[in-house]
């Protein structure tokens, strides 16, 4: 139930013929200067016959050479018949492209009762793409327990323990990911897994339980109950998918700054041992790379973060660079790694979803990519000493900048701003207003008497028909709802004169009129929290966050694990 716009099946078509071209001997690439990928290169037409040799030629005075838009049809069309040729043997292509596909495993995106809202997309009609990736910790076949080790979870429930959400832009001019901590004290909502079994909400636990409680939808859901990000796919590897990955790639550079051996007197830590400088790590180092706590900065889950950050943002530049070509024996192996490894949901279920899904992320600049983590601070909940919350503003401030497509790393991009709503704001006078209190949360109640407070506030700004509604309506942001398109400018109106910004204005049938609910983010004060309306134009440095462009990334060592 994948809800991107990925067309898988136009390139499905593609590889297959590309099977069917090697099955034929044929090489795939027409030769005289056919235009093999443009449009009018169909069979039977003028161009296709040419290719093969026969056919009626073009009238000299004629020629029809395509613009930019049909040279870059024709070499992604090439790309993707080369890309079959060399990765099956002559004959067996399009066998081969089923192999791969009966290799993918999938799993249910089953959100049970956690309805996610629609992209909204921009000006011009595009909209993101969000991703979530998962690292499994299952010790559920004799290589994950031989990599995994911790035998008294062998056949286990499996945890998250790797949680990344990828975010593309609508214009794909940039992509952001925001890591979240394995360690993140949360409330996991009501979930259902693929035969189901249905899971009770739980009170504080730790994210990574979700992955237990219903599969790869339940870790959906919970991201979505806590950020408000609607999320389209996922991903998940475990263990032995990641050491056969980073064998297919051949070795992903990484750097630490001292002889560095995760490994301390009680026999904690991966166990992995490096010289000072780069090394480049493949199989099972980078595995031990990946899980490295004990070793890295501070020994804490979060250095371990960082330095996925850093293996992660390398391994796309290597597989940029693997992307040309030029060995086929290391394509084949990339193939079998990836399709081997990956468990999906049914929206990438084939390799043709997959690779269309591939020519996305590709539009994306490597210097674009920003890594980030979500920020956080240390709880002081009992029973989770050395665990994490979200740290607000700063939090929010991530996660709201991804709702609204903004780029993590601060620079423009081509995103069109949403256009304004047609029908103008009245005077605040006529404009009718309806304020609930939303502030109610499990651990801290309601903040009484909220919505006749912020009545006041709007009523003293001219907004003379404001009343206080005694409904209650739980919201975790504050949030201006309106029913109705003559009716967005009021709401606007309504929003900016409290200093909401844009964002929290939402359409939606449940209301007769212009309402404002005071969320669980505004328990306090006549005006909106300026810091958690305040957009610097950039991730906050307390989201650490890490470009895909920056080579010189080098891990610092723990004291006490040096060599």
């Given at each position: 139930?994948?809800?991107?716009?990925?067309?898988?099946?136009?390139?499905?078509?593609?590889?297959?013929?590309?099977?069917?071209?090697?099955?034929?001997?044929?090489?795939?690439?027409?030769?005289?200067?056919?235009?093999?990928?443009?449009?009018?290169?169909?069979?039977?037409?003028?161009?296709?016959?040419?290719?093969?040799?026969?056919?009626?030629?073009?009238?000299?005075?004629?020629?029809?050479?395509?613009?930019?838009?049909?040279?870059?049809?024709?070499?992604?069309?090439?790309?993707?018949?080369?890309?079959?040729?060399?990765?099956?043997?002559?004959?067996?292509?399009?066998?081969?492209?089923?192999?791969?596909?009966?290799?993918?495993?999938?799993?249910?995106?089953?959100?049970?009762?956690?309805?996610?809202?629609?992209?909204?997309?921009?000006?011009?009609?595009?909209?993101?793409?969000?991703?979530?990736?998962?690292?499994?910790?299952?010790?559920?076949?004799?290589?994950?327990?031989?990599?995994?080790?911790?035998?008294?979870?062998?056949?286990?429930?499996?945890?998250?323990?790797?949680?990344?959400?990828?975010?593309?832009?609508?214009?794909?001019?940039?992509?952001?990911?925001?890591?979240?901590?394995?360690?993140?004290?949360?409330?996991?909502?009501?979930?259902?897994?693929?035969?189901?079994?249905?899971?009770?909400?739980?009170?504080?636990?730790?994210?990574?339980?979700?992955?237990?409680?219903?599969?790869?939808?339940?870790?959906?859901?919970?991201?979505?109950?806590?950020?408000?990000?609607?999320?389209?796919?996922?991903?998940?590897?475990?263990?032995?998918?990641?050491?056969?990955?980073?064998?297919?790639?051949?070795?992903?550079?990484?750097?630490?700054?001292?002889?560095?051996?995760s490994r301390n007197s009680a026999g904690q830590g991966s166990g992995l041992k490096l010289k000072a400088g780069t090394t480049s790590v493949k199989g099972e180092q980078a595995l031990q790379w990946l899980r490295t706590r004990y070793g890295f900065k501070d020994g804490t889950d979060l250095a371990r973060t960082e330095a996925q950050h850093m293996y992660m943002n390398s391994m796309v530049r290597e597989l940029r660079k693997s992307t040309k070509l030029t060995d086929p024996a290391k394509l084949r192996n990339l193939a079998e790694a990836a399709t081997s490894a990956l468990t999906v949901d049914a929206g990438l279920?084939?390799?043709?979803?997959?690779?269309?899904?591939?020519?996305?992320?590709?539009?994306?600049?490597?210097?674009?990519?920003?890594?980030?983590?979500?920020?956080?601070?240390?709880?002081?909940?009992?029973?989770?000493?050395?665990?994490?919350?979200?740290?607000?503003?700063?939090?929010?401030?991530?996660?709201?900048?991804?709702?609204?497509?903004?780029?993590?790393?601060?620079?423009?991009?081509?995103?069109?701003?949403?256009?304004?709503?047609?029908?103008?704001?009245?005077?605040?006078?006529?404009?009718?207003?309806?304020?609930?209190?939303?502030?109610?949360?499990?651990?801290?109640?309601?903040?009484?008497?909220?919505?006749?407070?912020?009545?006041?506030?709007?009523?003293?700004?001219?907004?003379?028909?404001?009343?206080?509604?005694?409904?209650?309506?739980?919201?975790?942001?504050?949030?201006?709802?309106?029913?109705?398109?003559?009716?967005?400018?009021?709401?606007?109106?309504?929003?900016?004169?409290?200093?909401?910004?844009?964002?929290?204005?939402?359409?939606?049938?449940?209301?007769?009129?212009?309402?404002?609910?005071?969320?669980?983010?505004?328990?306090?004060?006549?005006?909106?929290?300026?810091?958690?309306?305040?957009?610097?134009?950039?991730?906050?440095?307390?989201?650490?966050?890490?470009?895909?462009?920056?080579?010189?990334?080098?891990?610092?060592?723990?004291?006490?694990?040096?060599?």
């Amino acid at each position: 139930m994948g809800r991107s716009s990925v067309q898988g099946e136009d390139t499905r078509d593609r590889v297959r013929h590309a099977g069917e071209q090697g099955r034929s001997g044929g090489s795939g690439v027409q030769e005289h200067g056919g235009s093999a990928g443009s449009d009018d290169g169909g069979e039977g037409s003028p161009a296709a016959s040419a290719g093969r040799g026969g056919g009626r030629a073009r009238p000299r005075g004629n020629p029809r050479r395509p613009g930019k838009r049909g040279r870059r049809r024709t070499l992604r069309w090439v790309a993707s018949v080369l890309s079959l040729l060399i990765l099956g043997t002559a004959g067996a292509g399009y066998l081969y492209y089923e192999h791969l596909n009966a290799n993918i495993k999938t799993d249910d995106l089953n959100l049970g009762k956690n309805g996610m809202a629609d992209h909204k997309a921009n000006a011009a009609g595009q909209t993101p793409l969000n991703i979530l990736l998962i690292g499994s910790d299952a010790r559920d076949s004799a290589a994950n327990k031989a990599l995994g080790g911790a035998r008294d979870t062998f056949d286990g429930p499996p945890l998250a323990d790797v949680q990344m959400l990828v975010h593309l832009s609508a214009d794909r001019s940039n992509m952001s990911v925001i890591s979240m901590p394995r360690d993140t004290v949360l409330k996991i909502p009501e979930c259902t897994d693929r035969n189901g079994k249905a899971f009770k909400a739980t009170g504080w636990t730790l994210t990574n339980e979700s992955l237990q409680r219903g599969g790869p939808g339940c870790t959906v859901a919970t991201w979505y109950k806590l950020t408000g990000i609607t999320i389209d796919h996922f991903m998940q590897v475990d263990f032995a998918g990641v050491v056969s990955m980073a064998d297919a790639i051949g070795g992903v550079p990484v750097c630490v700054r001292q002889n560095v051996h995760s490994r301390n007197s009680a026999g904690q830590g991966s166990g992995l041992k490096l010289k000072a400088g780069t090394t480049s790590v493949k199989g099972e180092q980078a595995l031990q790379w990946l899980r490295t706590r004990y070793g890295f900065k501070d020994g804490t889950d979060l250095a371990r973060t960082e330095a996925q950050h850093m293996y992660m943002n390398s391994m796309v530049r290597e597989l940029r660079k693997s992307t040309k070509l030029t060995d086929p024996a290391k394509l084949r192996n990339l193939a079998e790694a990836a399709t081997s490894a990956l468990t999906v949901d049914a929206g990438l279920d084939t390799v043709a979803k997959l690779y269309a899904l591939a020519e996305e992320f590709q539009q994306v600049p490597t210097e674009r990519i920003t890594m980030t983590t979500m920020p956080n601070f240390y709880t002081q909940r009992p029973n989770f000493a050395g665990k994490v919350e979200p740290l607000q503003p700063d939090a929010e401030q991530v996660f709201r900048m991804v709702r609204e497509d903004i780029p993590l790393d601060g620079k423009a991009s081509k995103r069109k701003a949403p256009a304004e709503p047609r029908d103008p704001a009245a005077a605040p006078g006529e404009i009718g207003v309806s304020v609930q209190n939303g502030t109610y949360t499990d651990e801290l109640g309601a903040a009484r008497g909220r919505a006749t407070e912020i009545a006041g506030v709007l009523t003293g700004k001219g907004f003379t028909r404001t009343t206080a509604d005694k409904q209650t309506n739980p919201q975790d942001r504050t949030v201006v709802f309106y029913p109705s398109a003559e009716l967005a400018g009021d709401a606007l109106a309504v929003a900016k004169a409290v200093g909401l910004p844009a964002s929290s204005v939402k359409k939606s049938t449940d209301v007769s009129g212009v309402t404002l609910v005071v969320g669980a983010d505004w328990r306090e004060g006549a005006a909106y929290p300026k810091s958690a309306a305040k957009d610097e134009g950039k991730a906050p440095s307390s989201a650490n966050p890490l470009s895909a462009g920056n080579t010189k990334a080098c891990m610092p060592v723990q004291p006490g694990f040096t060599w």
